[in-house]
């Protein structure tokens, strides 16, 4: 049982590149999210989709993109990568946005750094 | 946007301790979530709450959804080596914030033998 599947692993990345973080579940949860991870911070939602062909801002959307093509794919996008976007993404699925018992599951997260 | 203030941020335990940690929220939450983080994965549930007053057992650990929905605490019973990681306070809003969690900075729970 795959779950939710991230790549890459970790990378390093210089200021100003465009990188693309992916982000696969297997589940068909309807329901996809992207998180960053800092020391100190918990984790903060970047963007969420509630179904295909629909995105939603979080909480700190600021120099991310993403798109929600179909109900497994959801990638991340900075397309001109800072420092502060140093972190670890977490991508989460549930099978529904409104579902209020729903459970995110959560994949193994990515490691970016930015210099 | 909403806040979650956790505590501790650290505790450094013996093994069979019993452990406490709480969140609070400066606004009214519809579900508590608690999730704990093993180093280099993402987070997994533990307990999920969702009425006001519940207490919720799964094996050693026990949590309990605020009266007032303003926060949650997670008792672990004599902890093992295995609990350590860092464990999440997540709260679910609703309305339109339905199934968007806003989390707490986390505890680091170390556990010597």
């Known amino acids: 049982i795959a779950g939710i599947t991230q790549a890459p692993t970790s990378q390093i990345l210089a200021a100003g590149r465009r990188m693309t973080l992916r982000c696969t579940q297997d589940?068909?949860?309807?329901?996809m999210y992207w998180y960053r991870q800092d020391l100190g911070l918990g984790l903060r939602l970047i963007h969420y989709?509630?179904?295909?062909?629909?995105?939603g801002k979080g909480e700190v959307p600021d120099g991310y993109s993403v798109s929600r093509a179909n109900t497994d794919d959801f990638p991340l996008t900075l397309a001109s990568a800072v420092p502060s976007q140093t972190s670890v993404y977490f991508c989460?699925?549930?099978?529904?946005?409104?579902?209020?018992?729903?459970?995110?599951?959560f994949g193994p997260g990515t490691r970016l750094t930015v210099l | 946007g909403q806040q979650l203030n956790q505590s501790p941020q650290s505790m450094f335990i013996q093994e069979g301790e019993d452990v406490s940690m709480n969140c609070t929220s400066s606004?009214?939450?519809?579900?508590w979530l608690w999730y704990k983080q093993d180093p280099g994965e993402g987070p997994v549930l533990l307990i999920a709450?969702?009425?006001?007053?519940e207490l919720t057992s799964n094996g050693r650990l026990t949590a309990q959804f605020g009266i007032t929905r303003k926060d949650s605490f997670l008792n672990i019973s004599a902890s093992i080596p295995s609990d350590v990681g860092i464990y999440f306070c997540?709260?679910?809003?609703?309305?339109?914030?339905?199934?968007?969690?806003?989390f707490g900075q986390g505890t680091i729970l170390t556990v010597h033998p």
């Open positions: 989460a699925s549930s099978e529904e946005l409104a579902g209020l018992t729903d459970t995110q599951y």
């Open positions: 589940m068909r949860h309807n329901a």
């Open positions: 989709s509630n179904t295909a062909g629909t995105t």
């Open positions: 606004s009214i939450f519809n579900t």
């Open positions: 709450l969702y009425k006001a007053g």
């Open positions: 997540a709260g679910q809003a609703g309305g339109t914030s339905y199934g968007k969690l806003t």
